[in-house]
């Protein structure tokens, strides 16, 4: 991150014709802006990117969805029928969708890891090659049957409390289906209880590819200077094992929501990440992130186009 | 409101591609703007509307700036250097300012009324004529030095709690401006005691012309078919006689946000308005309102814009 720039925009704020402090969230946003979005400074080129995946722990019985979904998903996301699809259109961003091996779920995580090394790192990087050089702004999403219980299972397997504390009920979970998700949850981390030491082996036990994907697609962004909104829960799980191996590693970040999903307040707050926007959304998909992105644009069009006391003339605050 | 349209909102509502309710918000408000915004169903035409008035109260030293910086402020939204403009500009929406007789501030109403019926009325009809018909949505606003000592005071007469429970730092008062401001409206309330009863007359003896032309606005929408976003603090305060006159008469209005100003959270608790933004924001100026406006056409956008279950071949969750 450009710290000097980072200071300059802060000394800006300072003396832009409101009262200081004013603008609350919009000034740390036009500072976070400066220190990681390189020279432009613009947010014209913002993608979405989705990574689809299908999950193995599906057999467990942890979603109310058939795992044929995330396909039909994919295809509603090619068609343009998909929420994000709309979301998308309104914050003027490019929705580009990524699907990964469908055809080939993860392993049941209970019996054995979600993937292998070389599977885990093929989704990374299939993530990190989907960021492009001169993007402005990276909004991150996923669609995955199952993926709630694959999140669910990192951030305990990373921050404690098992299945009790992380699992929530997805897209619609009954009673009965929870039981089942705690329980696939905590015995998986039985399971593999001599890998927990390891963020990225977590990440490769416990995800899933969309999951890897999003992981790479965070280093990536990082690597070339560009801001990343992350969505929800899925998202925020996904991209915890990065912070676990690095504490700065999520600065380039700003989570746009809390999502709905039980666990996700809890994680945003293990990460110490503020949400921008708490609606009661629990989609996926990047909806949350790519409904945050007009405040980034009004951050940043309030820090670049106001004018100063001095050039309006408004008198200040007395000292 | 139309309560047909809703009806047939919210049944939609249960068909599109998603999991039921994972809109949060976003589907509440699609079913709120089939409520009251007309048959367009467009966000298209949307307004922000700035009142601006002076406040006789500022002779008690209840802010740290000149009340010289309303007219200052008003030249410069005028001249596109405000952070509502820049505002205004990213969510598509017109900017107008309404400057309410700024010369003649209102009466210090520690020693008398405000205004007299006249002055508020003719302040209410500015505010009535303000809002054109063919406009979409509302946002209103307002720009005044001491007003949120005028809506801290009419606060407390509607809700009780004294200068105690109302009174802000505003744009950044001290600790002996608190004690001042506070006892300021606490003097009020005691030399007013007689029309506590009378929500009207509560809004002519402590507010503003600014509030007024708010409140003339709100029953102008409402009357036109015109959905509302309200800003801080003070537009809410502005807009709270009318809900102690009759309990439905903000429902064609949303909290965008809640601010930071001290007040406002109590005062949404109070309307039972559920804000939709919460980043420490306290600037006024319609801020708070034109950066939602991005989030309800999103909300409409994927009302109007999604595939049901049915047109995308997705499979529903079994029942």
């Known amino acids: 991150g450009n710290d000097a720039a980072a200071a300059e925009a802060l000394a800006r704020q300072a003396t832009l014709t409101k009262p200081p402090g004013s603008l609350g969230r919009l000034e740390e946003i036009a500072t976070w802006l400066a220190k990681w979005g390189g020279a432009s400074r613009r947010l014209d080129r913002v993608d979405v990117l989705i990574f689809a995946g299908n999950h193995g722990i599906t057999a467990q019985g942890v979603s109310p969805y058939p795992a044929a979904v995330t396909a039909q998903m994919v295809a509603n996301f090619n068609h343009g029928g998909a929420a994000i699809n709309q979301l998308a259109q309104v914050s003027s961003a490019t929705l580009r969708v990524v699907a990964l091996d469908l055809d080939r779920p993860t392993a049941d995580f209970t019996l054995e890891p979600a993937m292998d090394e070389a599977a885990f790192l093929k989704a990374v990087a299939e993530g990190y090659n989907a960021v492009r050089a001169g993007t402005d702004l990276v909004?991150?999403?996923?669609?995955?049957?199952?993926?709630?219980?694959?999140?669910?299972?990192?951030?305990?397997?990373?921050?404690?409390?098992?299945?009790?504390?992380?699992?929530?009920?997805?897209?619609?979970?009954?009673?009965?289906?929870?039981?089942?998700?705690?329980?696939?949850?905590?015995?998986?981390?039985?399971?593999?209880?001599?890998?927990?030491?390891?963020?990225?082996?977590?990440?490769?036990?416990?995800?899933?590819?969309?999951?890897?994907?999003?992981?790479?697609?965070?280093?990536?962004?990082?690597?070339?200077?560009?801001?990343?909104?992350?969505?929800?829960?899925?998202?925020?799980?996904?991209?915890?094992?990065?912070?676990?191996?690095?504490?700065?590693?999520?600065?380039?970040?700003?989570?746009?929501?809390?999502?709905?999903?039980?666990?996700?307040?809890?994680?945003?707050?293990?990460?110490?990440?503020?949400?921008?926007?708490?609606?009661?959304?629990?989609?996926?998909?990047?909806?949350?992130?790519?409904?945050?992105?007009?405040?980034?644009?009004?951050?940043?069009?309030?820090?670049?186009?106001?004018?100063?006391?001095?050039?309006?003339?408004?008198?200040?605050?007395?000292h």
């Not at 990373?158 to 009954?174: E, H, N, Q």
């Not at 940043?300 to 100063?308: D, E, F, I, K, P």
């Open 139 to 318: 909004c991150l999403g996923e669609m995955g049957i199952g993926n709630t219980t694959a999140a669910a299972a990192i951030a305990a397997a990373l921050y404690g409390g098992g299945g009790a504390r992380w699992a929530g009920r997805g897209t619609g979970l009954d009673d009965r289906g929870m039981e089942r998700k705690r329980a696939a949850i905590d015995t998986a981390l039985a399971r593999h209880a001599g890998l927990l030491g390891d963020p990225l082996m977590i990440a490769a036990t416990f995800g899933g590819r969309e999951l890897a994907a999003i992981l790479g697609a965070t280093l990536a962004a990082r690597h070339r200077g560009i801001p990343v909104l992350l969505d929800g829960f899925v998202c925020t799980a996904a991209v915890a094992p990065l912070a676990k191996l690095r504490a700065d590693a999520l600065d380039h970040t700003q989570a746009a929501h809390v999502s709905a999903e039980a666990g996700h307040r809890a994680l945003l707050g293990e990460l110490k990440l503020q949400p921008l926007l708490d609606l009661g959304m629990r989609l996926g998909e990047g909806s949350g992130a790519a409904l945050a992105v007009p405040m980034l644009r009004a951050a940043l069009a309030c820090h670049t186009g106001m004018a100063t006391f001095a050039e309006a003339g408004v008198a200040g605050k007395p």
